[in-house]
């Protein structure tokens, strides 16, 4: 019977080159628990690629070029193996046997999601017989065409922790983070005219238990999908400093509010509230999480001016229009003062909402979310 090497034979092995030259040959080295990678399965039509490598964030790099395939006998299973996991919809397993003899155990484990289906994998590689590490949190996000994101339930304990959300605003997801780096860059996935096609970002978020987290964001705008944008946010690990707070909301949420008004900054370029500040003991501060539903008489003069806004041959303007939460309530009256921003590409403008009296009653009434709210203001 052949004597099955120790771990110290086997490391000798690994690091013995092989009869002959061969150019694309490396000793493998056992790689260290960060050694997970992330990989983005997001569009049906798009090859996968990798947007988190151990601790290091990547911006949709080719599978090639990931740390845990050091040789060309590891990296051209690694796609295979996501193929697998795909069509599976379940951890898949792959054993590469090196020309030094050393066997390497590839494991993928899939990224589920809104229907279950497969969104991205988590790959690691190492050692035939050590156990794999606990993988990085990975949730999915997946905006339809009115921006109401729905969440992966990974996603969900990831930005709001146990609560029962399925699905988020715009001006929610933004306000689940301490910092949310380019912005800007975010909201132009949601462009109207010329969208882009695929995005990083980068945030913090601090959980329940008080610690900070590093999250990285990589979204898709997928082909031939009812979706306008799915995205992955992949927990990078603890923040070992405390970063700062960001200046931008900061300011913005110390701002004095008058009774009945709420601030709102609209991204013009996609006609989207993405900031939404109010005193919460009113009832106008649960729009945060309500989709406006316009008059459709008032809906002209609103694109008009959003038009005008973005083309800068406006800077302010003031008016009053209708909305409503749901089809059976009565239509709210709002005046809006509109202000355009200095800012650059993604082109902004701040919003001053006013309630014009009576408010009639409406679904943010009996909101259980709005509720809450309000009791904690007070």
Same mark, same amino acid.
């Given at each position: 019977m052949t004597k099955q090497p120790d771990s110290a034979d086997a490391r000798r092995l690994a690091s013995a080159p092989p009869n002959g030259k061969d150019p694309s040959w490396r000793p493998y080295r056992p790689r260290t628990s960060k050694d997970w990678v992330v990989v983005e399965m997001l569009d049906d039509w798009s090859e996968p690629t990798v947007v988190v490598d151990g601790q290091f964030r990547r911006e949709f790099s080719a599978l090639k070029r990931i740390s845990i395939a050091p040789n060309t006998a590891i990296a051209e299973r690694v796609k295979p193996l996501l193929i697998r996991c795909g069509k599976a919809r379940t951890s898949v397993v792959d054993n590469v046997t090196l020309r030094s003899g050393t066997l390497v155990k590839l494991v993928a484990r899939p990224v589920y999601g809104i229907s279950g289906e497969v969104r991205g994998a988590t790959v690691w590689a190492g050692p035939e017989g050590e156990r794999p590490p606990r993988p990085p949190q990975v949730g999915v996000l997946e905006w339809n065409t009115h921006l109401v994101a729905s969440m992966s339930p990974t996603a969900r304990a990831m930005l709001h922790g146990d609560s029962k959300l399925d699905s988020l605003l715009l001006p929610e997801l933004i306000a689940a983070f301490d910092r949310f780096e380019d912005r800007a860059g975010f909201l132009s996935l949601f462009s109207l005219m010329n969208p882009v096609a695929k995005w990083?970002?980068?945030?913090?978020?601090?959980? @329940?238990d008080g610690t900070v987290h590093q999250l990285h964001l990589a979204a898709r705008t997928p082909w031939a999908s009812a979706s306008t944008v799915r995205a992955l946010v992949?927990?990078?690990?603890?923040?070992?400093?405390? $970063? @700062?707070?960001?200046?931008?909301e900061a300011v913005l949420r110390c701002v004095p509010i008058l009774p009945g008004h709420a601030l709102g900054i609209v991204d013009l370029d996609a006609m989207a509230v993405h900031d939404w500040v109010a005193n919460n003991n009113e009832p106008i501060a649960g729009?945060?999480?309500?989709? $406006?539903? $316009?008059?459709p008489e008032d809906l002209v003069q609103v694109v008009e001016l959003g038009r005008d806004l973005l083309n800068g041959t406006r800077t302010r303007a003031r008016f009053r229009s209708r909305i409503r939460f749901d089809d059976n309530d009565d239509w709210i009256t709002v005046e809006c003062t509109w202000h355009r921003l200095?800012?650059?590409?993604?082109?902004q403008a701040l919003i001053d909402v006013a309630i014009v009296a009576p408010m009639p009653a409406s679904v943010v009434d009996v909101c259980p979310r709005c509720k809450q709210m309000r009791r904690e203001a007070c």
């Open positions: 990083t970002g980068a945030a913090t978020r601090t959980y @329940g992949c927990d990078v690990g603890q923040e070992r400093v405390q $970063p @700062g707070a960001d200046l931008y729009w945060l999480h309500h989709q $406006p539903r $316009p008059h200095p800012s650059g590409a993604q082109r």
